[in-house]
């Protein structure tokens, strides 16, 4: 086994690798973004869900998008260095905040169909004073998880989250 920290990054073969990973990474970059269009097209045309619920997964869609493509600056050298551009960083750590914040607002929105299922499909409960006032307390709660999750920390278990809530969030 080789030890990366001693990896010749000049040596042909070396360099063809981090070329093929990068290009492979590129592909997946955008094959996930056609899949993104896709995804807000079908969600949007169909209006089967809630606009709250529709406008919360567009909104998870776009900043899972920005986390995606903020490794674009990390694709464009390809001499295997990792370099972190500040505007990279801060554009990473806030997607992966509002994030973090996006999956508590499922749940709020989730809790708050179920408890009024008789009266959330009117058109004047798409954004009920109640709910904002209810997702303002849970920002506020969470904000202490974020710095954490935004600094990869927490990222495992609140994908797993995350993906759990998108499942769940189809049932009710």
Avoid: Q
């Avoid at 998008?65 to 260095?81: A, E, K, N």
């Amino acid at each position: 086994s080789m030890d990366y920290s001693r990896w010749d990054y000049n040596v042909s073969c070396c360099r063809e690798v981090i070329i093929s990973l990068r290009l492979a990474e590129g592909f997946s970059m955008i094959v996930a973004t056609i899949l993104a269009i896709v995804f807000i097209r079908a969600l949007f045309k169909t209006k089967v869900l809630h606009s709250n619920l529709r406008a919360l997964f567009l909104a998870t869609t776009l900043t899972d998008s920005v986390i995606m493509y903020s490794r674009i600056y990390d694709l464009l050298h390809t001499d295997g260095r990792v370099r972190e551009h500040v505007g990279v960083m801060i554009s990473k750590h806030v997607g992966w905040l509002f994030d973090v914040h996006l999956v508590y607002l499922m749940l709020v929105e989730r809790y708050y169909a179920i408890k009024h299922n008789d009266t959330y499909d009117e058109i004047s409960m798409d954004v009920p004073v109640r709910t904002i006032s209810l997702i303002i307390v849970v920002l506020i709660a969470t904000s202490a998880l974020s710095v954490p999750a935004a600094t990869g920390i927490l990222l495992p278990s609140f994908y797993f989250l995350k993906l759990f809530i998108n499942m769940t969030s189809a049932i009710f």
